[in-house]
């Protein structure tokens, strides 16, 4: 056969071979992602930053984890990996398990409440076949911790952290999440019984400070770690809210308001008081007092005599400034007489002091 002609041949039956490859390759991982892994047989999906449990005939057998960076020492530790060491997977994030029905996706309860972006609480009961490796913020409810002088308080934390040994986490206790959390609240309950409402409300931050403080001292946050696989990220706890009872509440605002009005008085008081010292002054600089009570009466007699008095009597016109706070010129006569009545009154007094010294 010609060379050129047997080329021909040989690259023709290549291409088929590497063409039927690709495609019984393309068809199979195409069955994968659509039939086999959605519904955990041989193969499963595991999202990034996550982990999955296979067991074999109920036994654990291994934890497949998918999370850029990392992974899993011989103790299911997760671990910080070495980026030249990972082996990249031809299937991505679909991984195999094994032969069903022998090799299953193990799935465990898990019950735990969680912010949204805006704020409001929402509380989870659910079967998971996934462990979260990722920092989240989990919320803790502790209901009628009462404080130093036994006030009640209800009280929201949150807490960051993070699951780092998925098998400690499922198969050490019931719920890990639960007994985390319940220990983190008894404690807080312990601390609010030795402090008072007004400097948890006050000083939010120091006295989250001084919870993870209280709980590295007491050995909870290695507890935690190498029981139950949580880690609780350092300085990751947050007083969300701090409620006292109703009561409470309607008392404070009770108070608060009094203390406003108290101030308001006092406020009220001294403008007052000030005023009346600027017409006593006024009234002793006016000089002759008998006087003054003439000219007062003199003009409450008439509209007439009442403007021209103020004008031609000299320090009449300071004695009204004084009363009114304005100039003379811009009161109206229902003023004037209304300030001549004060006047002749705080006169009356002035006499009767420099009667009786």
């Given at each position: ?167 400690k986490f499922v198969f050490n206790v019931q ?33 989250a400070k001084i919870i993870w403080k209280k ?71 006016f000089g002759d007092i008998g006087k003054l ?65």
């Amino acid at each position: 056969m010609d060379p050129v002609a047997l080329g021909i041949v040989i690259l023709i039956v290549v291409g088929l071979f590497l063409a039927a490859r690709f495609s019984a390759a393309y068809i199979f991982q195409y069955i994968v992602y659509t039939f086999f892994a959605p519904r955990n047989l041989f193969w499963t999906f595991v999202t990034e930053g996550t982990a999955k449990i296979a067991v074999h005939g109920g036994k654990f057998h291994k934890i497949i984890m998918e999370w850029k960076g990392y992974d899993l020492d011989g103790a299911w530790n997760v671990v910080k990996a070495d980026e030249a060491q990972v082996k990249r997977r031809l299937f991505g994030g679909a991984r195999y398990i094994g032969l069903p029905p022998f090799f299953k996706i193990y799935a465990y309860r898990l019950r735990w409440s969680s912010p949204r972006e805006d704020g409001t609480v929402v509380a989870h009961d659910e079967v998971l076949s996934h462990v979260l490796l990722k920092d989240h913020i989990y919320t803790i409810h502790i209901r009628g911790a009462e404080d130093k002088q036994r006030i009640p308080l209800d009280i929201d934390l949150l807490i960051t952290a993070r699951i780092v040994n998925p098998y400690k986490f499922v198969f050490n206790v019931q719920d890990a999440f639960e007994v985390v959390l319940n220990r983190i609240a008894a404690l807080f309950r312990d601390y609010a019984g030795e402090t008072t409402y007004e400097f948890l409300i006050s000083n939010k931050g120091d006295a989250a400070k001084i919870i993870w403080k209280k709980l590295r001292a007491k050995g909870l946050i290695q507890e935690f770690r190498e029981n139950y696989g949580v880690e609780i990220i350092e300085q990751g706890i947050e007083i969300r809210e701090i409620a006292p009872p109703q009561e409470y509440q309607r008392a404070a605002t009770r108070k608060y308001l009094a203390e406003r009005e108290r101030e308001e008085t006092e406020i009220r008081a001294d403008a007052e008081r000030r005023r009346l010292e600027a017409v006593y002054k006024a009234i002793e600089q006016f000089g002759d007092i008998g006087k003054l009570v003439r000219t007062l009466e003199a003009v409450e007699k008439s509209s007439l005599a009442a403007s021209l008095t103020v004008q031609a009597v000299p320090g009449l016109s300071d004695v009204l400034r004084g009363v009114l706070g304005k100039p003379a010129d811009d009161v109206t006569i229902a003023e004037l007489r209304q300030a001549l009545d004060e006047i002749k009154n705080i006169v009356r007094n002035l006499q009767q002091s420099q009667q009786n010294p």
